[in-house]
């Protein structure tokens, strides 16, 4: 069965930095683009980047720009996510999403406070 399994998250400190990753089977990941989405306490799920099938096309939301950076590693059926200058705000569940489907990993914890 399709199975995303997030990890990387934690708690670290404003300007501190991170990288998740998302480990993907069950299905030919080489094949979708991936997308990495955060949930906030109190607010909805929104999305943060996107990644083509190659890694070649990258989107992202404004908030992140210049900070974060979505990539993939097909060999290894992974997507990561690079996070710097993290700020308070960037503090949410972190999932990792097949795009266009309804495959969804169950997040991981990143937590940005002094």
């Known amino acids: 069965q399709v199975q995303l399994v997030e990890s990387g998250g934690g708690l670290v400190q404003p300007g501190g930095s991170l990288r998740l990753s998302c480990a993907a089977s069950g299905f030919t990941f080489r094949n979708y683009a991936m997308s990495w989405y955060r949930q906030a306490d109190g607010k909805e799920r929104e999305l943060v980047a996107t990644?083509?099938?190659?890694?070649?096309?990258?989107n992202y939301h404004d908030s992140v720009k210049g900070r974060f950076t979505i990539s993939r590693d097909n060999a290894k059926n992974t997507v990561y996510l690079q996070m710097s200058s993290l700020r308070p705000e960037d503090t949410a569940v972190y999932s990792c999403?097949?795009?266009?489907?309804?495959?969804w990993g169950q997040g991981t914890q990143v937590t940005v406070s002094a």
């Open positions: 990644i083509n099938t190659a890694g070649i096309s990258t």
């Open positions: 999403r097949v795009q266009y489907t309804n495959w």
